[in-house]
């Protein structure tokens, strides 16, 4: 036996049954919490998790055998990642097992945002015909900036290419991108010349609320605009001003930073004035942060994983 994985979440079986099958013995605790894991973790020598603790720096001083983090997902917002590289523990996640969610659902939600998809419908069941008023607009021709190019935002990317439109992409922290669906610009142009904005960014300290007031201010034209990031990337008292005055023309939403694990901290008879307000919109389109939970990605964020683990292995670094 290699050693012994702690899942703090529940994952797709493959993932238990891959690390196996590399020779690990796989342990779950339902009733566990932060401080159990604590207590345990110096016996394991790997951590699965997805959403349920932070791995912070107390959890890391008590992994004193520990020899990779897995989140089953893309995001690593969780994990302490360059404290835990000092304590020469891997941190591993799986982008490549939702990408093609996110990509898809971004195509929906902006079909069903700029064709006002949301409202028709409930119009139509509740017996009200107006044509005119629900009149959509087509993205062919325009141009649609994305911000974040990494596996999301080019799997976004791939399928919107298809609608003739004129794709350009901003990234921070790449360059020379360039491809076959996108060209590569600075934020400048892409804020001078987008009707329509994607965000495809992690959440750091950086992108913590990047999109503010003076962010879609710098915006020439209005613009719709899609989130299947995470949601404290934008701010929401922000946004709602901007869908007010215009320049903001709509929203489609898979993440919001009031949720946790949902809305589970927020009272019915408190929801937050911003919230409220994009609960009533009908310029809003909003999901569950779901975007990258379909089916087929609950299988392959696993199986990734296992492969990761797998390289590691077969490079002799764990």
């Known amino acids: 036996m290699k050693g012994k994985v702690l899942f703090v979440d529940t994952t797709h079986i493959v993932l238990k049954e891959g690390l196996t099958e590399l020779g690990y013995q796989c342990d779950f605790f339902d009733n566990y919490n932060y401080g159990d894991y604590c207590n345990v973790v110096s016996q394991y020598d790997g951590v699965i998790i ?42 591993l ?49 325009r141009t649609i900036g994305i911000i974040g190019y990494g596996n999301m935002g080019k799997a976004f990317a791939q399928r919107i290419a298809s609608f003739g439109a004129n794709i350009i992409a901003y990234d921070k922290y790449k360059t020379n991108f360039s491809d076959e669906f996108v060209k590569e610009v600075s934020l400048e142009e892409l804020q001078r010349t987008s009707d329509i904005v994607s965000l495809h960014v992690p959440l750091t300290e950086e992108t913590y609320y990047m999109v503010n007031s003076d962010f879609l201010n710098a915006f020439e034209k209005s613009v719709w605009l899609l989130n299947t990031a995470r949601g404290p990337v934008v701010n929401t008292q922000d946004l709602t001003e901007a869908i007010e005055n215009g320049k903001i023309i709509g929203a489609a939403l898979d993440v919001l930073e009031y949720e946790k694990l949902g809305f589970e901290s927020i009272k019915k008879d408190e929801v937050p004035k911003a919230l409220e307000y994009l609960l009533k919109s009908d310029k809003v389109v909003l999901s569950p942060h779901i975007a990258g939970w379909t089916h087929e990605s609950n299988y392959k964020l696993s199986k990734v994983i296992v492969d990761k683990v797998q390289a590691l292995l077969d490079d002799h670094k764990i």
């Open 50 to 91: 997805r959403s349920k603790i932070k791995i912070d720096r107390n959890f890391i001083d008590n992994a004193t055998n520990c020899k990779f983090i897995a989140r089953v997902g893309a995001g690593l917002e969780n994990i302490d990642v360059e404290y835990a590289e000092t304590k020469g523990i891997y941190c």
């Open 93 to 141: 996640n799986s982008p490549e097992g939702n990408r093609d969610a996110v990509g898809e659902q971004a195509v929906g939600m902006l079909i069903m945002l700029m064709n006002n998809l949301i409202r028709a419908d409930h119009e139509v069941r509740n017996l009200i015909w107006k044509r005119k008023e629900n009149r959509g607009n087509e993205i062919k021709e």
